[in-house]
C-alpha cells in the first residue's frame, strides 16, 4: 500500500502543509501534495483546512500525492480552494 504522506517528527517540530494545485475548469479533480515542514519555516500565508469534521457519508476522490482517496467532502474547501486558480494554494 502506498504511503500518502510521512510521520510528523516525534519531537513536535514539524507541521504538515497541503499544497492545493491549480485546477483549469470546474470540474477537475482536486490534486494535492503534503509536505512535512519545520515550524520555524512555517512563516509563509497558509489557510487551515479539517478533513474529520463533515458527514462520513458525503465524500468526495481526490488526488494526494498522486493516490486517489476519498474525503469527507467539506463545503468550505470550495472557499479555500478557488476551483481555477493559477497558482499553487497552501492550507
Known amino acids: 500500500m502506498a504511503i500518502l504522506y510521512q510521520p510528523l517528527d516525534p519531537n513536535g517540530e ?13 470540474t477537475d479533480i482536486i490534486e494535492c501534495e503534503i509536505y512535512n515542514i519545520p515550524i520555524v519555516a512555517a512563516t509563509s500565508t ?6 474529520v ?18 474525503l469527507k467532502y467539506e463545503c468550505e ?12 494554494r497552501r492550507i
Request: some cysteine; aromatic content about 10%.
Open 77 to 88: 474547501i470550495d472557499e479555500i480552494y478557488e476551483r481555477r486558480d493559477v497558482q499553487i
Open 14 to 26: 514539524e507541521i504538515r502543509l497541503c499544497f492545493l494545485l491549480p485546477c483549469t475548469t470546474d
Open 53 to 70: 469534521w463533515g458527514d462520513p457519508e458525503i465524500t468526495e476522490e481526490i488526488v494526494v500525492n498522486d493516490i486517489k482517496v476519498r
Open 46 to 51: 497558509y489557510s487551515a483546512l479539517s478533513y
